[in-house]
């Protein structure tokens, strides 16, 4: 989130948004986004700004650089901004996020777009709906409260499925450092793996069952790891060719899904990674084969 402004700092204004928000260039030529009652009022560019009187300072991260941040403060309702911040601060409570800028500044995106659709009885399709609920129940569980909780706040009538997109900004949070498509792209991939998997074994698999939601953990790790190119690559096990003799249809698994997550990022999947993969195939696969 953004942080609490304790110091005093001196700040050029570059740019007056409305009475609360404030754009400004500290001395070391960082350009920061000031929040605060009254911080704007009766102020003009190029006036100094003691930065401690704002309530908080956000800089430019991830997508939103510093004037997109500002814009996005002045059109936000303070009540919604508020809403946002408690929101960020569940996730913490709840899942163990960080209550960082990341991660509140697209809730509040989100949830002025959500407002105002429900306020405009307009409506669209959340496409990973069953995706998002099977492969990240707690963040989807996480993302219905927030919606009820938006409701009863702000009087409004939000579309039931708007948890989609809060359960995935909680994901997003966990390893993507604002990317979003990544997210996306994650949860397309995993879903297109469990079809792959049940097609290559003749059944589906539950999963809701523990053995899958660890499974999906896993591969969760895989593709964080790889697509910030920091693939396992240190093991002097052929894990692999063992699995290959037991557990063929494991192996085989493991190798094809090895190949969607890099199709879906663009890198080549290395062969500890593959190891890995096998592993958790494997277990998956035995777990599977005793339930039938």
Do not use: C
């Amino acid at each position: 989130m953004a942080s609490d402004v304790t110091a005093s700092t001196q700040a050029s204004i570059k740019r007056v948004y409305n009475n609360n928000v404030l754009l400004a260039i500290e001395t070391d030529a960082t350009e920061v986004v000031l929040l605060g009652k009254g911080i704007g009022f009766q102020r003009r560019p190029g006036e100094a700004v003691d930065t401690s009187l704002a309530d908080q300072r956000f800089v430019a991260e991830g997508p939103y650089r510093a004037p997109q941040l500002a814009g996005l403060l002045s059109d936000a309702p303070s009540d919604q901004i508020t809403l946002a911040q408690t929101i960020t601060e569940l996730g913490h409570a709840t899942l163990g996020l960080e209550p960082r800028q990341s991660l509140m500044i697209p809730v509040l995106d989100h949830l002025m777009f959500a407002v105002r659709r429900a306020q405009e009885g307009t409506h669209i399709d959340f496409p990973l709906r069953w995706e998002v609920a099977q492969l990240y129940p707690a963040e989807a569980a996480l993302g219905r409260h927030v919606v009820t909780l938006v409701n009863e706040s702000l009087g409004v009538q939000l579309q039931e499925d708007e948890w989609v997109a809060f359960a995935l900004h909680f994901v997003n949070q966990q390893w993507t450092k604002g990317d979003f498509s990544k997210t996306v792209a994650m949860t397309e991939t995993i879903s297109r793996v469990f079809l792959r998997l049940a097609e290559r074994w003749g059944t589906p698999i539950d999963e809701n069952a523990s053995s899958a939601a660890r499974f999906v953990t896993h591969l969760r790790y895989v593709f964080a790891r790889a697509a910030s190119d920091k693939q396992l690559s240190t093991s002097r096990l052929d894990v692999l060719t063992a699995v290959r003799q037991a557990y063929p249809e494991a192996a085989e698994a493991a190798l094809d899904i090895a190949e969607l997550i890099g199709k879906a990022i663009n890198r080549v999947i290395s062969n500890d990674e593959i190891s890995y993969l096998a592993l958790h195939t494997t277990r998956l696969y035995a777990e599977m084969k005793e339930q039938q």
